[in-house]
């Protein structure tokens, strides 16, 4: 079976630009989280959604959004780049039925703000 | 607030070599508990969790126990081997915080065969 996918791998921005990534969770899941995990430390929680619903936010200014769609992927945008959003992105998936469900992570998106 | 605060590394051992990375956690509410381990360049994979007080998770020779009392989720692993070289986070999940992961800082093993 798949596991959670995301896209692209690797993306370089410069400051202000506008970045999308994307998330396919595993299938079954219907709930997508994202996280930022700037080098050397443990991943920040930034979203939850569960049946295309925000069910939980971190604290990151509204420079962050996303949105997740009826087929249960997701999207993350980024507006008005900084050098600190540099971060690898990780999208976890999870059944999403009951909050403690356990998240299972994809490979990460690499994103460098020049 | 919910944290979890692991040992500081980085963890340096000769293969075979016994592991221990301690891993506490604040007592809000009754929190999951998870190791994910990250290998260079990779996104995080779960390695093993416990859901309840005196659970114990397992996987791939790793071991560790949700210890209510000590509030602690220490992971050993009796032998280990070069290919366990990576990067080990502790997490919670639910209590306060439902829905969101909380990480520690994470700890460096490097294993030297």
């Known amino acids: 079976d798949a596991g959670v996918t995301q896209s692209p791998t690797h993306l370089i921005k410069t400051r202000g630009q506008h970045v999308t990534l994307r998330c396919s969770p595993i299938s079954g899941h219907k709930s997508v989280s994202w996280y930022q995990q700037v080098l050397g430390q443990g991943p920040q929680f930034i979203f939850q959604y569960y049946e295309k619903e925000e069910r939980g936010r971190g604290n990151f200014p509204d420079r962050f959004s996303a949105r997740q769609f009826p087929n249960y992927s997701s999207e993350l945008n980024v507006n008005a780049l900084l050098l600190g959003d540099s971060a690898l992105y990780l999208c976890a998936s999870s059944l999403g039925g009951s909050l403690t469900d356990t998240q299972y992570f994809g490979p990460g998106t690499r994103l460098t703000v020049l | 607030g919910n944290s979890v605060t692991q040992m500081e590394g980085p963890v340096t051992l000769s293969e075979e070599a016994f592991l221990t990375i301690n891993c506490t956690y604040t007592a809000t509410g009754y929190p999951s508990l998870f190791w994910y381990v990250q290998y260079p360049g990779e996104g995080l994979q779960l390695l093993l969790k416990a859901t309840k007080a005196d659970d114990k998770g397992s996987n791939k020779g790793f071991e560790a126990t949700y210890r209510k009392e000590t509030t602690s989720f220490h992971l050993e692993k009796g032998s280990v081997q070069v290919s366990d070289s990576a990067v080990y986070f502790c997490?919670?999940?639910?209590?306060?915080?439902?829905?969101?992961?909380?990480f520690g800082q994470g700890t460096i093993l490097t294993v030297h065969p």
């Open positions: 997490a919670r999940l639910g209590g306060t915080s439902y829905g969101k992961l909380t």
